[in-house]
Structure formats: structure tokens, C-alpha cells
């Protein structure tokens, strides 16, 4: 019923029209009768438009112009006019029919009002073609949209997969360095338990998959194994403390985001100094937001220290991660410690709690 609304507009003023006219003339009609000869014929429209939208999308008019498709518009256009000018014959000859008045022959009534409202009938035919092609180029822009929105979220994905791919060789490589190292000392016995934690976190690594978030518990999980291979190498020289609140435990983290942090502060911090050095991880929330936070007490940061610039792997490969998966909620600082020598490299993201998104 929805349809019949649109074309009972220009039935309802062809109506008024025709009465207007007629008291003007010498036969004045009523204005029933009046309905009854136009609003019937424009419904011819109401099962043509859905055929002449698709009649549209199959034969567009845009440029540049194709005979066929002017030529098949045009027959359409010819054949509605026929189609309305015999609904209006009919209309017409009923109603002499109930006047009782006489009529002119069918077919010469029918080629009348054919011709005669072929004009009217091009440029309703006009609106039907104007309102299939917005209405298509709606549908095209949307799918575009949608297209668009697909390929971003597929090239994101790709590129966060891409990202901690390349994470893995790089811890991998490190702590078989470590490991060599342990081994050129004939620490045979801390290289053992070294591989023992290397397998153990390897397994971890394969199960997580394209996991790009987990639990902060996992994260510390995973990294507390990692520490127990570095103190295995650094032994004495390197003391971790872990100040993390068990309200965010729950919180959902980037995969690895922690490890780089760790691995920069034991590199550029804990292994440059001569005598024992001091790591501490912290984990709080504020606000919605949660902060992680790695601290060591080595050297600092040099002088004209840019994160732009100067970082490495690890930590470019942090940040990047970081505003791919939370835009700019998503940050990653590094500062020198307030008291004297250190470095506090600090990540805030949006805190979430709930199922890990796949990348």
C-alpha cells in the first residue's frame, strides 16, 4: 500500500485540475467524477516502478550516452504512455457508460489520450529515472562505505599482525642470545633452566596465536618467565619488584606490550651498570584509563632524547601497535626518573575489561 501514496499526488491534482476546468467550460463535472476518471490511470505507475528502477540500474543514462539505453528509456517511456492512456480510456468510457452519454470509438478515444498525455507521461517518467538514480547512488556510496570500512579493518588487522610477527623473532633472538652467553661461561646448569623457561614461553607465544589483546594477567604471566631468563643471566646484578593492583588484573592489554618495555630498560639501563641494578613494574588504573609503567635506575635517557627519533624495535614497534589499537587513547612515554638516574617508560590505554579481540 506504501506505493500507492506517490503516484495518488499527481492523480489527486490531475483531478482538481480537470474539475477547475470543466466549470469553466459549458459540461461542468462533479468532483467524484472527476477523481474517477484520473486518480485510477496514474496507478498504472505503482507495479511499473519497481521494473523501471531495475530498468534504470540495468540501462543507465549517464555519460556517456548509449543508444541502447536512450532506446530502450524511450520505448519504455512510450509503452507507460500507452499503458496509462488505455487505463484512462477505460476510466473514461465507464463513465459516458454510466452517464449514459455516447462515447467515440475505443481505439480512436485510446490514440487521443495516448498522444495527449504522452508529454505528461515523459516527465513522470523523468522523476521515476531521477529518484532510481539517487537512489542508486545512495546504495553505490554505501557499499563503497561499507567496502571502504572493510578494507581498513582487514588492512589493520594485517598490519597488527604484521607488527607482533615481527616481535617474536626479535625476543626469540634475544634470549638465545642470552643463553649463548651462559653457555660460552660454561654456565651449563642456568642455560639448561634457561631453555627450560625459552620452551615454556615458546609454547605460550604458539597458543596465543593472532592474539592481539590477553589479560594483564597473562601479560605478567608470560613476562615474569622472561625475567627469570634474564636473572638467570644477570644473577645477582639485576632485582625485580612488581607493584601491580589486583583490580587490573582483569584489564586487557596489548599482546607483548610489556616486553619491549622490559627488554629496553634491562639493555640500555640494568646492563650498564657495574653494580646491581633495579627494575620495577607497576600497573594502575585512574579514571578509565589504565597506566603500565616499566622503571629501571641505570644511566637515563641521553641529552636531546627523542622518542620519534631514537627509538628502536621494540619500542617503535610498541607505540605504533598502541595507536593502532586504540588511536589516540593509546600512548607511550619515556622519561627520566625525577630522582637522579633512570628511565620510566610508561603506557596508558583505555581500560577494558572482557574478551580479547583477534587480530
Known amino acids: 500500500m506504501w506505493r500507492l501514496g506517490p503516484w495518488t499526488a499527481p492523480g489527486v491534482l490531475s483531478a482538481v485540475e480537470t474539475y477547475f476546468f470543466a466549470l469553466s467550460s459549458a459540461r461542468p463535472i462533479e468532483l467524484w467524477r472527476a477523481f474517477a476518471t484520473q486518480v485510477p490511470a496514474w496507478y498504472v505507475w505503482v507495479p511499473a516502478t519497481p521494473w523501471l528502477f531495475l530498468l534504470a540500474r540495468r540501462f543507465p543514462l549517464g555519460r556517456p550516452f548509449q543508444a541502447r539505453s536512450v532506446g530502450v528509456h524511450l520505448l519504455a517511456w512510450v509503452g507507460m504512455g500507452g499503458a496509462f492512456g488505455l487505463a484512462y480510456t477505460l476510466c473514461n468510457l465507464a463513465l459516458a457508460r454510466d452517464m449514459g452519454g455516447a462515447s467515440l470509438e475505443f481505439s480512436r478515444m485510446l490514440l487521443r489520450f495516448w498522444l495527449g498525455w504522452l508529454p505528461m507521461m515523459a516527465m513522470a517518467y523523468a522523476a521515476v529515472l531521477g529518484i532510481a538514480h539517487a537512489l542508486d547512488s545512495q546504495r553505490r556510496e ?29 625476543f626469540l633472538f634475544n634470549t638465545l642470545n642470552a643463553i649463548v652467553v651462559l653457555v660460552r661461561e ?15 614461553i615458546l609454547r605460550r607465544l604458539l597458543q596465543q596465536g593472532a592474539t592481539q589483546e590477553v589479560s594483564l594477567r597473562e601479560e605478567v604471566s608470560l613476562l615474569s618467565r622472561y625475567l627469570e631468563i634474564q636473572q638467570l643471566r644477570f644473577q645477582d646484578r639485576l632485582r625485580v619488584s612488581w607493584e601491580v593492583e ?15 618495555l622490559v627488554e629496553n630498560a634491562i639493555r640500555h639501563g640494568v646492563s650498564m651498570r657495574t653494580a646491581a641494578g633495579a627494575l620495577t613494574i607497576r600497573a594502575r588504573h585512574q579514571d578509565g584509563v589504565l597506566t603500565l609503567m616499566v622503571e629501571d635506575d641505570g644511566p637515563g635517557l641521553p641529552a636531546a632524547f627523542s622518542l620519534e627519533r631514537g627509538a628502536g624495535i621494540g619500542l617503535a614497534n610498541t607505540r605504533e601497535r598502541l595507536t593502532r589499537l586504540y588511536g589516540d587513547a593509546g600512548r607511550l612515554g619515556l622519561t627520566s626518573r625525577q630522582m637522579g638516574t633512570g628511565v620510566v617508560a610508561t603506557v596508558e590505554l583505555p581500560l577494558r575489561r572482557g574478551e580479547a579481540g583477534n587480530g
Request: charged residues 25%; without cysteine; hydrophobic residues 45%.
Open 142 to 170: 554505501r557499499e563503497q562505505e561499507r567496502q571502504s570500512a572493510r578494507l581498513a579493518v582487514e588492512l589493520a588487522d594485517a598490519r597488527l599482525q604484521a607488527l607482533q610477527t615481527q616481535l617474536h623473532p626479535h
Open 246 to 260: 589486583d583490580a587490573v588484573l582483569d584489564a586487557r592489554v596489548p599482546y607483548l606490550v610489556l616486553q619491549p
Open 186 to 200: 660454561k654456565e651449563t646448569d642456568a642455560a639448561a633452566r634457561m631453555l627450560v623457561a625459552l620452551s615454556d
